[in-house]
């Protein structure tokens, strides 16, 4: 699943250029109350789909942000780069084949500023193991990965979201990481809006859903219309790992909308 590719763009990332090039900006759910920022113009910014020419560029920001500041892996102290690669790669390629992933680009710099990764969620017939389960956690190598994904899976285990909406089929909002330099332009909230008309109009969905991880991107999504259907209290799910998560990111809250 392009391991070389990736590999070899994170040798040169991370081991060949001098640390004061690398821009370790914050993610659309910082721990850390969002910057704003202060433009002479505001930048012209175009949103479309993901596509396989953003792969890379795509890679290196999620990992490069989301995986440095969300809060559960922040806690957990993932080893940047190596810890978010399987997953991400993941991620990555199954938002490109279900076409239903959104870009953010600079019209004057060409670059991707902000991504939204989504994939397309079908509820699994009873007759599929584990084993065969794209998102079997037990594959990935990441102890902390496996937690994270555990706790994930956790905020789900109240309730069946394919009956709550109604329908076989979900959108799962699953990453969304923002440049540091182009917070304030409300992209989060952009990124969202886009990705439901798309979802809703051209993939003929009726719902979606996220797990929310941070207090920004609960906000984010409950002014696109979401709703709380269930949460865990980080402090009361793991006193031992998960203590120090207090505050404002004390929790994960899974929120859906119909389409």
Same mark, same amino acid.
């Given at each position: 699943?392009?391991?070389?590719?990736?590999?070899?763009?994170?040798?040169?990332?991370?081991?060949?250029?001098?640390?004061?090039?690398?821009?370790?900006?914050?993610?659309?759910?910082?721990?850390?109350?969002?910057?704003?920022?202060?433009?002479?113009?505001?930048?012209?910014?175009?949103?479309?789909?993901?596509?396989?020419?953003?792969?890379?560029?795509?890679?290196?920001?999620?990992?490069?942000?989301?995986?440095?500041?969300?809060?559960?892996?922040?806690?957990?102290?993932?080893?940047?780069?190596?810890?978010?690669?399987?997953? /991400?790669? *993941?991620?990555? %390629?199954? $938002?490109?084949?279900? +076409?239903?992933?959104?870009?953010?680009?600079?019209?004057?710099?060409? !670059?991707?500023?902000?991504?939204?990764?989504?994939?397309?969620?079908?509820?699994?017939?009873?007759?599929?193991?584990?084993?065969?389960?794209?998102?079997?956690?037990?594959?990935?190598?990441?102890?902390?990965?496996?937690?994270?994904?555990?706790?994930?899976?956790?905020?789900?285990?109240?309730?069946?979201?394919?009956?709550?909406?109604?329908?076989?089929?979900?959108?799962?909002?699953?990453?969304?990481?923002?440049?540091?330099?182009?917070?304030?332009?409300?992209?989060?909230?952009?990124?969202?809006?886009?990705?439901?008309?798309?979802?809703?109009?051209?993939?003929?969905?009726?719902?979606?859903?996220?797990?929310? /991880?941070? *207090?920004?991107? %609960?906000? $984010?999504?409950?002014? +696109?219309?979401?709703?709380?259907?269930?949460?865990?209290?980080?402090? !009361?799910?793991?006193?031992?790992?998960?203590?120090?998560?207090?505050?404002?990111?004390?929790?994960?809250?899974?929120?859906?909308?119909?389409?």
């Amino acid at each position: 699943m392009h391991s070389s590719l990736f590999k070899k763009h994170f040798n040169e990332r991370y081991f060949t250029l001098p640390t004061d090039n690398i821009d370790f900006s914050s993610s659309s759910c910082p721990s850390t109350p969002p910057m704003s920022a202060t433009w002479m113009k505001p930048p012209e910014i175009t949103l479309c789909l993901m596509t396989d020419a953003h792969r890379k560029e795509v890679y290196g920001l999620v990992v490069d942000t989301f995986f440095r500041d969300e809060p559960l892996n922040k806690c957990l102290a993932f080893e940047i780069p190596h810890e978010p690669i399987q997953f /991400t790669e *993941l991620i990555v %390629s199954l $938002a490109i084949q279900d +076409q239903c992933s959104f870009v953010a680009v600079d019209v004057q710099t060409e !670059k991707v500023i902000g991504v939204i990764l989504n994939i397309i969620k079908q509820r699994l017939p009873y007759s599929t193991s584990e084993e065969n389960d794209q998102f079997n956690i037990e594959k990935f190598h990441s102890e902390k990965l496996r937690y994270i994904l555990t706790v994930l899976k956790d905020v789900h285990q109240n309730i069946d979201l394919f009956d709550q909406l109604k329908t076989n089929r979900l959108l799962h909002i699953v990453i969304i990481a923002i440049n540091a330099h182009y917070r304030g332009l409300r992209l989060t909230e952009k990124l969202i809006h886009a990705s439901i008309e798309h979802a809703k109009t051209v993939l003929h969905l009726t719902g979606a859903f996220s797990e929310a /991880t941070s *207090l920004y991107s %609960s906000k $984010a999504f409950r002014k +696109q219309g979401f709703q709380i259907y269930d949460e865990i209290i980080y402090a !009361k799910y793991d006193q031992t790992r998960l203590a120090s998560l207090a505050g404002e990111h004390d929790r994960c809250q899974l929120l859906a909308k119909t389409l």
